[in-house]
């Protein structure tokens, strides 16, 4: 079946700091790949997005890059803030009507 | 506001209590999901549904119950809940992957942390 494994939790990080979340998939085909960020207390909202080989999805200086080759999605920033402190979350789809995410990893960037 | 509102967010209750959460979309979507979150294990699907009276299981169906009688409504419910349904629940919603704006993108409401004794 589909899956997604992310690396593993969690990250501290200080302000100003190069922040990268492995994320690779298991699929047969190419899904559509997401991150959601999950900030304290709150649901999940969509981070950046990409739905083929080579695309890179961007937003608030997130970034990832759809590699079809190594079967990943890597989610880097280069600088930091400690309103980047939040739960991240990889997830692929095909048809849009499912979701399968990875377990999540906490980020703490601390001033 | 565009919004998706569940309730309650916080449910302490007993073994074998029936139990309702509630949740209700204002964007006119199509597609409405649960999951439950659990530490190491991420989201998983629990039911969801294509558009008025059309529901399905997801990955974790077991013990769960939904309805989606009006567009905008979707309730979860717990017959019979038990402590190993102890956890944080998430609706969410989208429009229908069939129209040509849906960017797959679901939108999620705040959560509601149910703990089963």
């Known amino acids: 079946g589909n899956s997604v494994t992310q690396m593993e939790g969690p990250v501290t990080l200080s302000e100003e700091a190069f922040l990268t979340i492995n994320c690779t998939y298991t699929?047969?085909?190419?899904?559509?790949l997401f991150w959601y960020v999950q900030y304290p207390g709150e649901g999940l909202q969509l981070l950046l997005k990409?739905?083929?080989?080579?695309d890179k999805g961007s937003n608030k200086g997130f970034e990832a890059t759809y590699r079809k080759e190594t079967t990943s999605f890597h989610l880097e920033k280069g600088s930091v803030q400690v309103s980047d402190s939040a739960v991240y979350f990889c997830a692929l789809s095909f048809n849009d009507y499912k979701l399968s995410f990875g377990a999540g990893t906490t980020v703490t960037v601390r001033a | 506001e565009a919004q998706v509102t569940q309730n309650p967010r916080y449910l302490i209750t007993v073994t074998g209590k029936k139990l309702t959460v509630t949740c209700s979309q204002n964007m006119n979507h199509e597609y409405m999901s649960w999951y439950r979150q659990d530490p190491g294990l991420g989201l998983r699907q629990i039911y969801y549904?294509?558009?008025?009276?059309?529901?399905d299981k997801g990955d974790v169906p077991e013990g769960y119950k939904v309805s989606r009688k009006e567009k905008r409504n979707f309730p979860l419910i717990l017959e019979s809940p038990s402590p190993n349904q102890t956890s944080l629940y998430f609706c969410?919603?989208?429009?229908?992957?069939?129209?040509?704006?849906?960017?797959?993108?679901?939108?999620f409401g705040e959560g509601s942390r149910l703990t089963v004794l």
């Open positions: 549904s294509m558009n008025v009276e059309v529901t």
């Open positions: 699929a047969t085909g190419y899904p559509s």
């Open positions: 969410a919603s989208s429009l229908s992957p069939a129209r040509t704006s849906n960017t797959g993108e679901l939108f």
């Open positions: 990409a739905t083929k080989a080579d």
